[in-house]
């Protein structure tokens, strides 16, 4: 007999089906997944909301070193923060403007030969060959070391004097010249956007490696048979088939360059920022951190976060619509 069989009626005595009690058992039970929720939404809450929205708070009021000590009587100051951040005429809101566009610059740069790097990378280990697992470990190197590890060893080789760079240069290939300052001037941002794509380019190459796993080696066999090259192939089969891990992959590389802090904060050290390589997020620490002058910082914040917040959703909308074209 079925587990789903009907009841059985018999005179005077009337049977349920074997699975009604559970069933029962679990309409009775029905806020059991709301309440297994709970955790997470109160830590979402504490982790993300709430200082969201105190970040926003601080931004209308007033809050610099002589208020420190109690936050509730710093002035309010309505929109005056952003309109200080914003005034181009001025010295905080043209600051804002250079640091936004330098930031806009080395965003561009980094994930641009970030993503060549990983695509040129990932299709070069897409066939067998002796080798290719220790090719692969090796370009994982650079995402597999802690950041901030990776980036102190960058600063050591770019040092004036002692530098591995300028020693291999100068020292032992004999470059005419004097040795260059790689972290001041305008040195300092090549040398932001080349540790940064040393730091990203092999996020980029894993997931587009991870996704031409899922290509059919059919497709390049058939195309090889019709006469089609390896660019011609790379572009109207990889490419296409690569669509939906680019859409991801190139948001997320965009988020993480253009909010990245570690990079130059340890790069150049606290106090040591060159105008070059002042790039936003770490424009607004100096600005909360360095002046005490976090009214100033948070009204940065939150318009970093609407910047980011458009173009995430204009980004989304036209790769839907083109999308939905195709």
């Known amino acids: 007999m079925s587990a789903t069989a009907p009841a059985r009626i018999s005179p005077g005595h009337v049977t349920d089906p074997p699975n009604a009690a559970p069933r029962r058992r679990l309409r009775s039970r029905w806020w059991l997944p709301y309440v297994l929720l709970v955790p997470a939404v109160v830590f979402e809450l504490l982790v993300h909301l709430i200082p969201m929205v105190t970040g926003i708070w601080?931004?209308?009021?007033?809050?610099?070193?002589?208020?420190?000590?109690?936050?509730?009587?710093?002035?309010?100051?309505?929109?005056?923060?952003?309109?200080?951040?914003?005034?181009?005429?001025?010295?905080?809101?043209?600051?804002?403007?250079?640091?936004?566009?330098?930031?806009?610059?080395?965003?561009?740069?980094?994930?641009?030969?970030?993503?060549?790097?990983?695509?040129?990378?990932?299709?070069?280990?897409?066939?067998?060959?002796?080798?290719?697992?220790?090719?692969?470990?090796?370009?994982?190197?650079?995402?597999?070391?802690?950041?901030?590890?990776?980036?102190?060893?960058?600063?050591?080789?770019?040092?004036k004097d002692t530098g591995a760079l300028n020693h291999l240069l100068f020292d032992n290939l004999g470059l005419p010249g004097e040795k260059p300052f790689w972290l001041i001037g305008g040195n300092a941002f090549w040398s932001l956007v080349i540790v940064a794509i040393w730091r990203l380019w092999p996020f980029a190459f894993l997931m587009l490696m991870a996704g031409m796993q899922s290509v059919p080696e059919d497709l390049y066999e058939a195309s090889a048979v019709d006469g089609a090259k390896p660019f011609r192939q790379w572009r109207s089969i990889t490419v296409p088939m690569l669509r939906p891990v680019n859409v991801v992959l190139v948001l997320v590389m965009f988020l993480w360059t253009f909010n990245d802090f570690n990079t130059p904060f340890v790069l150049f050290g606290k106090t040591a920022q060159p105008p070059a390589g002042d790039l936003i997020s770490f424009h607004i620490y100096n600005a909360s951190f360095l002046t005490f002058n976090f009214g100033y910082g948070s009204a940065m914040s939150v318009l970093l976060l609407l910047f980011l917040l458009v173009v995430t959703v204009a980004y989304l909308l036209f790769v839907n619509r083109r999308s939905q074209r195709a």
């Open 58 to 159: 601080i931004s209308l009021v007033k809050l610099t070193q002589q208020y420190l000590r109690n936050w509730s009587e710093a002035p309010f100051l309505g929109l005056g923060n952003y309109r200080v951040s914003l005034d181009v005429h001025g010295a905080v809101g043209r600051a804002l403007l250079q640091s936004f566009l330098i930031t806009c610059a080395f965003t561009v740069l980094v994930v641009g030969i970030a993503w060549i790097a990983g695509m040129a990378a990932a299709v070069a280990l897409q066939r067998k060959f002796p080798g290719r697992g220790l090719f692969r470990t090796l370009f994982l190197v650079p995402y597999a070391i802690p950041i901030y590890a990776g980036i102190i060893a960058w600063k050591f080789i770019l040092q």
